[in-house]
């Protein structure tokens, strides 16, 4: 079930990852989250595979997107060499930065999602951000350990 559900659904991944600025990053599952159920697609299933399927519309987009911002949800490339190392030569370009284990940090690279207006001109859900949840301004518990 790994197949694109649509040529619908794959124009609609293209077009979001269109909206990714230089130097920001998003994930397979973010794209998915903001795609609404397209007609004919089982739910359980749109669950189960939405990421996977946004990888495979992402795996055969047109030379306009920028296939290089879109990442998995573990802050990785999960592409092959030299696939892989393209992506990460393309996003250090960008001037995202990655960690000694090959990771980007959502707080400074995340994308949050293109705005308001555009999403509802698409019909489209507004993600949810990958970066961490801010903590309230409560002060926080000492830790004895």
């Not at 973010?30 to 990421?51: C, E, H, K, V, W």
């Not at 987009?61 to 490339?77: A, G, H, L, T, Y």
């Not at 690279?109 to 301004?137: C, H, I, M, N, T």
């Amino acid at each position: 079930m790994n197949n694109i559900p649509s040529t619908e659904f794959a124009e609609i991944v293209w077009e979001i990852a269109r909206q990714v600025p230089s130097g920001k990053v998003t994930t397979y599952g973010q794209i998915a989250s903001m795609i609404p159920l397209l007609t004919g697609i089982d739910p359980a299933d749109f669950d189960r595979y939405g990421a996977q399927w946004v990888g495979a519309a992402m795996n055969i987009c047109p030379e306009d997107v920028p296939w290089q911002r879109v990442i998995n949800s573990k802050r990785e490339i999960s592409l092959p060499e030299p696939t892989g190392m393209r992506q990460r030569q393309l996003l250090e370009g960008e001037g995202v930065i990655f960690d000694i284990k090959a990771r980007v940090n959502f707080e400074v690279v995340g994308w949050d999602g293109p705005d308001a207006e555009w999403a509802e001109q698409y019909d489209l859900r507004q993600p949810s951000s990958l970066k961490k949840k801010k903590k309230s301004d409560a002060p926080e518990q000492p830790k004895l350990f």
